[in-house]
């Protein structure tokens, strides 16, 4: 358990606190593309406490601007896109994209009053679907050099979903492999073509994931200090020869890299809208063929509404809850989408976990480890510039030789990005 002082300093994310400083240090996704894609390219922005308004001018670079106007305080997210920039409604004036007041209509012709106005601006840069901006002091670092940030748009989608709590323990529930042999847990796998990809060598015949979580419900966990941030495995035995792992990455500060398919991997960030609120971005990347754009922001249009990326099932509903489901079906009775599963976790702890009385056991072994690295980070106020030494991120879902498990899942992991097209033609 942790102290009151130490969950404040680790959940807390306004200007001036500990994680809050930290997380200012990194890129922050703060808006899809597809987000721009209507006649009028501007979109409100809720981000570590602060109110801001994204916009794409008539050139295509997009801004992200403190939502009040420095003149009299109104709300820039109903000006006017116009003439290189977003223009208040309320007496004209201009802003560019870096935050500078280009024109104040209402002045006299020969002021230069302009020229003296800033507004709050970030940078911003667009990568796999997905805007981001980075809020610290300064020169921003480069954008990691993680896959996902460097696939061509065929081969990778990006959505993102809103969470009524803090965006701690939304992370947290990412790098707890535990969780899913119980939270995801389907009774009865029929009809289900999710994780399908495991086969029991001893027979042929196909072992879902369903149906191996449920069976080896007792993983072994490791975690490794990287670089960039921590590697865990999750280890189930299923035979004296064969293992189970799962290989997940945690990317300081906020990103999870994981294994969705033997083809294709989910990379996702929890970004704090303030104390009590955040956003799970996710960019799925394929290393085999194109995705399919439309059939899959259909299937998430389904189970979120927009604009605000909620979900259908929530707390307001009760996540959908079905006790003869709970029964004959699911684990939860809570339906399908693990996401549901996710967030009924996370926001039935409260908007802010009391993390005071809680009971941390052998299975946590990568929640202590990052609060670790988070604690550290804000008591010495650096920060990792890493993922950009070359060494590609990997993560893996397979069985592999119970002996020789280490080299077999960073072979296994590698060969896939090898024969990728997309990555021999952005090497």
Same mark, same amino acid.
């Given at each position: 358990?942790?102290?009151?002082?130490?969950?404040?300093?680790?959940?807390?994310?306004?200007?001036?606190t500990?994680?809050?400083?930290?997380?200012?240090q990194?890129?922050?996704?703060?808006?899809?593309?597809?987000?721009?894609d209507?006649?009028?390219?501007?979109?409100?922005?809720?981000?570590?406490?602060e109110?801001?308004?994204?916009?794409?001018?008539?050139?295509?670079?997009?801004?992200?601007?403190?939502?009040?106007?420095?003149?009299?305080?109104?709300?820039?997210?109903?000006?006017?896109?116009?003439?290189?920039?977003?223009?208040?409604a309320?007496?004209?004036?201009?802003?560019?994209?870096?935050?500078?007041?280009?024109?104040?209509?209402?002045?006299?012709?020969?002021?230069?009053?302009h020229?003296?106005?800033?507004?709050?601006?970030?940078?911003?840069?667009?990568?796999?679907?997905?805007?981001?901006?980075?809020?610290?002091?300064?020169?921003?670092?480069p954008?990691p050099?993680?896959?996902?940030?460097?696939?061509?748009a065929?081969?990778?989608?990006?959505?993102?979903g809103?969470?009524?709590?803090?965006?701690?323990?939304?992370?947290?529930?990412?790098?707890?492999?535990?969780?899913?042999?119980?939270?995801?847990r389907?009774?009865?796998h029929?009809?289900?073509?999710?994780?399908?990809?495991?086969?029991?060598?001893t027979?042929?015949?196909?072992?879902?994931?369903?149906?191996?979580?449920?069976?080896?419900?007792?993983?072994?966990?490791?975690?490794?200090?990287?670089?960039?941030?921590?590697?865990?495995?999750?280890?189930?035995e299923?035979?004296d020869?064969?293992?189970?792992?799962?290989?997940?990455?945690?990317?300081?500060?906020?990103?999870?890299?994981i294994?969705m398919?033997?083809?294709?991997?989910?990379?996702?960030?929890?970004?704090?809208?303030?104390d009590?609120?955040?956003?799970?971005?996710?960019?799925?990347?394929?290393?085999?063929?194109? #995705?399919?754009?439309?059939?899959? &922001?259909? *299937?998430? /249009?389904?189970?979120?509404?927009?604009? =605000? @990326?909620? $979900?259908?099932?929530?707390?307001?509903?009760?996540?959908?809850y079905?006790?003869?489901e709970?029964?004959?079906?699911?684990?939860?009775?809570?339906?399908?989408?693990?996401?549901?599963?996710?967030?009924?976790?996370?926001?039935?702890?409260?908007?802010?976990?009391?993390?005071?009385?809680?009971?941390?056991?052998?299975?946590? #072994?990568a929640?202590?480890?990052? &609060?670790? *690295?988070? /604690?550290?980070?804000?008591?010495?106020g =650096? @920060?990792? $510039?890493?993922?950009?030494?070359?060494?590609?991120?990997?993560?893996?879902?397979?069985?592999?030789?119970?002996?020789?498990?280490?080299?077999?899942?960073?072979?296994?992991?590698?060969?896939?990005?090898?024969?990728?097209?997309?990555?021999?033609?952005c090497?």
């Open positions: 358990m942790l102290s009151q002082k130490k969950n404040n300093l680790l959940t807390r994310v306004g200007k001036g500990g994680a809050g400083s930290v997380l200012r990194y890129w922050q996704p703060v808006a899809l593309e597809a987000e721009f209507a006649s009028r390219p501007v979109t409100p922005v809720d981000i570590l406490g109110r801001l308004v994204a916009f794409r001018d008539d050139t295509g670079r997009y801004g992200l601007l403190h939502r009040q106007c420095p003149h009299r305080g109104a709300d820039l997210c109903f000006g006017r896109l116009e003439d290189g920039g977003l223009r208040c309320f007496h004209g004036w201009l802003f560019d994209v870096h935050g500078h007041c280009v024109e104040q209509p209402a002045e006299p012709i020969d002021s230069r009053f020229t003296r106005v800033r507004q709050d601006a970030y940078p911003c840069e667009v990568r796999a679907g997905t805007v981001f901006a980075f809020m610290g002091e300064g020169p921003p670092p954008l050099e993680l896959d996902c940030l460097r696939a061509p065929s081969h990778s989608f990006a959505f993102k809103l969470m009524e709590c803090n965006w701690l323990q939304a992370l947290e529930v990412g790098i707890d492999p535990a969780h899913a042999s119980f939270l995801h389907f009774l009865d029929d009809g289900l073509d999710y994780g399908m990809q495991f086969r029991d060598l027979d042929g015949a196909n072992m879902p994931v369903t149906e191996l979580l449920r069976n080896y419900p007792r993983p072994s966990i490791e975690v490794e200090t990287t670089d960039y941030g921590t590697r865990i495995f999750a280890h189930r299923l035979s020869t064969r293992r189970h792992v799962r290989v997940t990455n945690q990317i300081f500060p906020q990103a999870i890299l294994p398919s033997t083809e294709m991997t989910i990379t996702q960030w929890h970004v704090p809208v303030d009590e609120h955040c956003y799970w971005y996710a960019v799925f990347t394929s290393f085999g063929d194109p #995705v399919d754009h439309q059939r899959m &922001r259909e *299937q998430r /249009l389904a189970l979120y509404e927009l604009p =605000g @990326y909620t $979900s259908r099932r929530n707390k307001r509903n009760n996540y959908g079905d006790p003869e709970q029964r004959t079906r699911t684990f939860t009775g809570m339906g399908e989408d693990i996401n549901v599963h996710d967030q009924w976790a996370v926001e039935s702890m409260g908007a802010i976990q009391d993390r005071t009385r809680e009971h941390l056991g052998k299975s946590d #072994v929640i202590r480890a990052y &609060r670790r *690295q988070l /604690l550290q980070a804000i008591d010495t =650096g @920060y990792r $510039s890493a993922t950009r030494s070359g060494e590609p991120v990997l993560a893996l879902d397979g069985i592999v030789d119970r002996r020789q498990w280490r080299s077999e899942w960073r072979s296994r992991a590698l060969a896939r990005r090898r024969i990728c097209g997309w990555i021999k033609e090497a």
